[in-house]
């Protein structure tokens, strides 16, 4: 499995490791030389990845994992010591998405729940992994976030607005745990090809051809490109990085129009 070294003697943690992108990134630790525990609310999906990764020669064990359950934290946690020793790395992926609204349409509940999964959990992760990173003399945490986080967007109020306190209290960590030699570093994907991006516009080339002149690279991004941003954070290639978030949205939030030639 492995072809690379970016990653060799890491052990990493990675929630949301059954998706589309938690898996990539997975799949992409694994070929790097990582050990990983694949957690996931669905515990197929992680056996699926994990599988997967053990049938190309690479190492994974994988766990369910409720990340806004405190429970579920700890125990995937104890899981990466159990079965391979030591923790260096957490990369937060796990997220929700609640239906549309604004502040008199969104009930408390869907609020409540944006934020429970994607900060309160990425808070809970940390809580119970930082000791054990600590331990290990060191490593890093990626926050995976939202070019969401950094605009404001109509009727995803709750959505926007946990990726942008995720930003930010990926800082908070790096300002807290330098002295520990823990960096720590938030990732904001844009639109990326997934199937739950894909949803309202039936295939991929209907997607880039609608969504592709918002970007300056003219197409949305693939999950295999966000993994690639994960590794880099994850390994000693961002060793002077921490405390900022890398921007992957094929530069959406710099030219937001179209760049089709002018009539």
């Known amino acids: 499995m492995a072809d690379g070294h970016l990653l060799t003697n890491r052990v990493a943690l990675v929630t949301g490791g059954g998706g589309e992108i938690g898996g990539a990134i997975v799949e ?14 669905d515990p197929r ?13 690479g190492e994974a064990e994988p766990v369910g994992c409720n990340v ?9 946690v104890k899981r990466a010591i159990e079965a391979f020793g030591k923790l260096t790395t957490l990369v937060n992926v796990a997220a ?44 890093t945490i990626v926050n995976i976030a939202s070019q969401l986080g950094q605009i404001g967007v109509p009727r995803k109020s709750p959505y926007s607005t946990s990726k942008a306190a995720l930003i930010q209290f990926s800082k908070c960590l790096a300002v807290d745990y330098a002295q520990d030699n823990i960096r720590v570093n938030s990732l904001s994907p844009g639109a ?9 516009f039936g295939t991929r080339e209907n997607a880039n051809r609608v969504r592709g002149p918002l970007h300056l ?38 030219f937001k129009g179209s760049m089709s030639a002018p009539k």
């Open 28 to 41: 992409r630790f694994a070929r790097e030389g990582a050990k990983v525990v694949v957690a996931d609310l």
């Open 45 to 57: 999906k992680a056996e699926a990845v994990a599988g997967k990764v053990r049938a190309g020669g």
């Open 68 to 76: 806004a359950d405190p429970a579920h934290g700890e125990r995937a």
């Open 96 to 139: 929700t998405v609640v239906p549309d609204g604004n502040a008199e349409t969104l009930s408390l509940e869907d609020w409540n729940r944006a934020l429970g999964v994607n900060l309160t959990g990425p808070f809970l992760m940390c809580k119970f992994a930082i000791p054990e990173i600590r331990n290990a003399g060191g490593g």
């Open 192 to 200: 990326i090809d997934t199937a739950r991006s894909l949803r309202h």
């Open 217 to 254: 690279v003219g197409r949305t991004g693939r999950v295999d490109e966000i993994a690639a941003g994960a590794v880099f954070l994850a390994s000693d290639e961002s060793s002077f990085m921490t405390g900022t978030d890398l921007l992957l949205d094929g530069g959406y939030l710099a």
